[in-house]
Structure formats: C-alpha cells, structure tokens
C-alpha cells in the first residue's frame, strides 16, 4: 500500500534549497564515504577464512542460529553452493553471537582472541558499524551520522524520492529554519524510539528513513483536517483523492506496525513509527511558534474558477486519458482553433496514430498564420515525422515545409522534407522547398546545406 500527498506542484521560482541540500549531503556521504565498503568486504573475507578457528566458530554459530534463531537459520539454502559464503557473512556481522563466542570453552586462548582482535578492528571499518545507531551502545553522534548513512544505493534512491516528494511542499510552508530544526528533531525521536524499543540488544539502525518519516508526520500534522489531494496504489489499483490530511495518520502508523509484526526485520520499522508520530506531535504542539506560511497551506483547498485546460492537464496526470480526450474533443468543437486544446488532444491521439489522429494533424497545419498557431505545427513536427502517413503527398508535405521555412523553424521544415523525401513518389512538389531551405543555409558551414544540394542534384538528375 503506497499513500503519498500530490497536492502541491514544485515552484521553482521559490527552489526548496534544504531539502535540496539534505539530499546532496546524503548522497555525498554514500558515494564519497560508504563506498570504501566494497573493498573492505573481500579483505574481510579473506581475513576470516584464514583464522585457525574459523570452522569451529561457524560450527557453533549454526548451533546457536538453530536453537536462538530459528527463522534466522531456516532462510539460510543449506543445499546451495553460496551456504557458507551466507552463514560466513551473517556471522561476521552478528554482534550478539560474538559476545555469545566469548563465552565458549572451545575457544580460549591468546592466539584465538588475537585473530578475533585483528578481525573485529577491521570488521568496526564498515560504515555502517562505525557510525551506525547501536541500541547496545548509544551515542548521541551515531544518532546523527546515521541519519545520512544508507544500506545500498537502492535504500540511498528510495529515501531520496521521499525526501523530496514530503521535503519541497513541507519546506514551502514551514519555513527553512523550521524545516530543517523539524527534520532532525524527528530524526533524533526516530532513533530514540528505536533505542528505547531495542533496548540493550545488538544491531545497526542506518538510512534517512526515519527523519522522512517524520516529514511525513509534519505534512499531516501542517494541513490537520483540510482535504488535500493524495495519490494511492493498493495492489493492482491506484488512483487520487481528497482526505483531510490527519485522517491518513492511521494508515500509514498502521502500514509500520503490520511491517514490524510481520515484515522483514531487515527494516527499521520503529525508526519510522517514532519519526511519524514525532512528526504529527511536534507540528501539532508547536503550531502557534511554527509560523506555518496559511496562504500557501490553503491556495490548493480554496475553490477555484474552473480552467478547462487545466481540466485536460489534471485528467492526464491522473492518467485518466479517456476522459481527458472526451474533454479536449468536445472543447475542440466549442472552440475550433484554439492552439491550447489543439495541443492537448494532439499529445492524446498520437497515442493510437489512427486516421482521426492524422485528421487532426491536417486541421492543424491549415490553422490560419498566427504566431501561436505556427509554435504549435512546429512543436508536432519532430514526433509526427515517426509516423508521417501526410507526408507521403508531396503537394501537402511541400505545403507543410513552406509553412515552417516562413515561419522560420528552419529545423523543422529539414526534419519534413528528409522524411517526405523518403516516402513520397511526388519528389518534384518538394524541389521549390528544398532550393529555398539550401538558400537559407548557404554559407553558413551546414552540414544540412551539403544535403540538401544533393537532394536537389538527384532530383534534377532523373528529371
């Protein structure tokens, strides 16, 4: 279940700089700093393979995953060829089973505490173990670096669009300074969720996920009960509507209480529930200090004068094409001409290219002179040449390049004639055009002049 907010469209005459910013440091520090990891981990193999007890050390890890971790141990493919490759690298990182080790009679001695040592200090280089949120060992500068620290690339992308979807609207009506004091105040109440509900126990909590989350608190919690537009996708289905914003809270607290139930314990779920309800709670308590900017809050609720172009462009976001070409066809009837329909229902009908699109096309290069009308033949011209059925009348396709050569779109009139060129057995019609589109070029060191002329040559020639 995905529910996210689509009711503000970024402006960027007012650019929302700290979310900007946040997304580049996150970025910075994965590709600048976290991907030293990728060399560490062969080396760390290799080390690991070499220790004189490493047998032993696996021999009682898959006792201990058996009898104190069961669903652990059942995901691990026995059978396979990567087994001891999986177990070998799920042991290095479980820190409960190496305090676990320290207690086996098995392994005693100087020799094997000094591979351990040697091992672990270069095992604590990761990343994510220096500076990764440990509820086992708290500290308040791992509750911040690991606000920018990410798994993978693929956890780095997923947070950065949540970031920016929540971040650009939030920052516009909150306030920079607000915004970005809000952002870390639910990523430390994210992180202190997670310790307080991991108390004691070994682990690595990573990612910007729960300061987003918090985002996602604050964005509720700034609109409260004004019905806002939001887009959801349950399934196979998805589609918009309009909620008062506070009445989304339960679904999306619900969605991480199901996940930390029954969902990959890979995830930090109590990151996210302490980051979502900090986030409604903070925004709610601090309302009257926020300085929340009310105009911008409620320039998308107000009624508004109904704009039947921004009627087409809502329906096609909305991918309800359908309903937008019926919409475009009937505006076309009551306003034949207009450039601004015309447009709409062109990007509409290019989509199936049958003959009313073509019929369409005709009607739109016969539009009488205008400055308007012409930007709109010369904006078609480049996607209807990829599928160019009109063009393969000669009388039309020269009738079609003269109007671009007088209107001066010189591109697109060359883009017309290389393809009528190709396709029409009426080649003569298009002499004119192309002797006046090479004059055009003439001295100017184009390529498109040297083409031209031979276009021209071969036409003379077989005349």
């Not at 911040?144 to 920016?164: A, E, K, P, Q």
């Not at 985002?215 to 509507?241: C, D, S, T």
């Not at 359908?322 to 329909?341: F, R, S, T």
């Not at 308007?372 to 063009?391: D, F, G, K, R, V």
Request: aromatic share 12%; charged share 20%.
């Amino acid at each position: 279940m995905l529910i996210i907010p689509a009711e503000r469209k970024l402006d960027w005459r007012d650019p929302p700089l700290i979310t900007l910013l946040l997304i580049i440091i996150n970025c910075v520090v994965f590709f600048g700093y976290q991907l030293k990891d990728q060399s560490i981990y062969p080396e760390l193999m290799e080390t690991y393979e070499k220790m004189p007890h490493s047998e032993t050390e696996k021999t009682l890890y898959s006792e201990y995953l058996s009898q104190n971790k069961p669903e652990d141990w059942a995901r691990i493919p026995l059978d396979s060829e990567d087994a001891n490759m999986i177990l070998t690298m799920q042991l290095m990182h479980d820190m409960e089973f190496e305090e676990h080790l320290r207690t086996q009679p098995e392994l005693t001695g100087s020799q094997w505490k000094d591979d351990r040592e040697s091992f672990e200090q270069l095992r604590n280089q990761l990343s994510y173990i220096d500076f990764g949120f440990n509820p086992a060992q708290p500290s308040l500068i791992d509750a911040f670096v690991s606000m920018f620290l990410h798994g993978d690339f693929g956890h780095l992308l997923g947070n950065m669009i949540f970031l920016f979807i929540f971040g650009f609207a939030l920052e516009a009506v909150m306030g920079r300074l607000a915004y970005l004091a809000t952002y870390l105040a639910t990523g430390f109440a994210a992180t202190g969720l997670y310790w307080a509900m991991q108390w004691g126990e070994q682990g690595f909590g990573v990612g910007a996920s729960g300061a987003i989350a918090g985002l996602m608190g604050a964005y509720l919690g700034a609109y409260q009960v004004r019905r806002i537009q939001f887009f959801y996708w349950i399934g196979p289905y998805f589609n918009f509507m309009k909620a008062p914003a506070l009445i989304i809270f339960p679904f999306w607290l619900g969605k991480e209480v199901i996940g930390q139930v029954f969902g990959n314990t890979n995830i930090n779920y109590w990151a996210h529930m302490g980051g979502l309800i900090s986030g409604v709670i903070i925004t709610l308590a601090a309302r009257p200090w926020l300085n929340l900017v009310e105009t911008k809050l409620e320039e998308n609720t107000k009624t508004k004068t109904f704009d039947p172009i921004m009627a087409i462009d809502d329906l096609i976001n909305q991918l309800q094409h359908d309903k937008a070409m019926q919409l475009a066809e009937k505006l076309n009837q009551d306003h034949p001409g207009n450039p601004d329909i015309l447009e709409r229902l062109y990007s509409l009908k290019k989509r199936n290219r049958n003959k009313s699109f073509h019929q369409l096309v005709l009607s739109i290069i016969k539009l009488p002179r205008t400055e308007a009308n012409n930007a709109l033949i010369a904006s078609i011209t480049p996607s209807y040449c990829e599928s160019p059925t009109l063009l393969k009348n000669g009388k039309l396709s020269a009738f079609w390049i003269n109007r671009l050569i007088k209107s001066s779109y010189y591109s697109e009139a060359y883009q017309v004639i290389q393809t009528a060129f190709a396709i029409t057995d009426d080649k003569e019609n298009l002499i004119p055009c192309i002797d006046e589109l090479a004059s055009h070029y003439r001295g100017k060191n184009d390529q498109r002049y040297q083409n031209l002329i031979k276009l021209l040559s071969s036409l003379t020639t077989t005349q």
